[in-house]
């Protein structure tokens, strides 16, 4: 059994998404995952299964589809990777709720952090498959848009921390 956590897109956000965490724990549930648990509104769950990562993806994509009747991006990683996010974070100096990984499918394309606008003074780095970026004027108020980042979903330091030890726990 590999212990997953799934990130999903644009869940309760804004006022957009509408999913209660409830919902969510029994689809992972009907997947067939076990040990569910999620961690704050915004879309993360923990579980652990048999299946690959593709077809953790899959399963929730087509099940949230089902319930949200449109797409809603899941982004995968397992616990191990997880923690090598956390553990590779390039501001580990800034205060953690400044400092987001951006989740994506596969690597940021060379030069995606470069190639940002709308940037005053954020900082973008590139991951394995995330991009880290600096808010260091909280991300609120910033303008900054990263194209590479279109599909992808975002946690903050705090939140990708808390994940890492809730999946450490399973």
């Known amino acids: 059994m590999t212990v997953f956590v ?18 969510l724990v029994a689809m992972c549930e009907q997947a067939g995952y ?4 999620t961690y704050i509104a915004s879309g993360n769950a923990v579980f652990t299964s048999c299946d690959r990562e593709s077809a953790v993806k899959a399963k929730l ?3 949230l589809q089902a319930y949200a009747g449109k797409p809603v991006g899941v982004l995968v990683r397992t616990a191990d990777e997880l923690a090598a996010v956390l553990a590779g974070n390039p501001f580990r100096d800034a205060p953690p709720n400044k400092v987001v990984a951006i989740f994506l499918d596969k690597a940021p394309e060379p030069g995606a952090a470069d190639a940002a606008t709308g940037r005053k003074n954020e900082v973008v780095r590139p991951g394995t498959r995330e991009i880290y970026v600096h808010y260091p004027d909280g991300l609120g108020r910033s303008k900054l848009k990263i194209s590479a980042a279109a599909q992808g979903t ?3 330091m705090n939140t990708i921390a808390k994940l890492v030890a809730m999946a450490a726990s399973v």
């Open 6 to 23: 799934a990130l999903l897109r644009a869940v309760n956000v804004g006022g957009t998404g509408k999913l209660p965490m409830r919902d």
């Open 34 to 37: 076990r040990n569910v648990r």
């Open 61 to 63: 994509e087509k099940a």
């Open 154 to 156: 975002a946690r903050n």
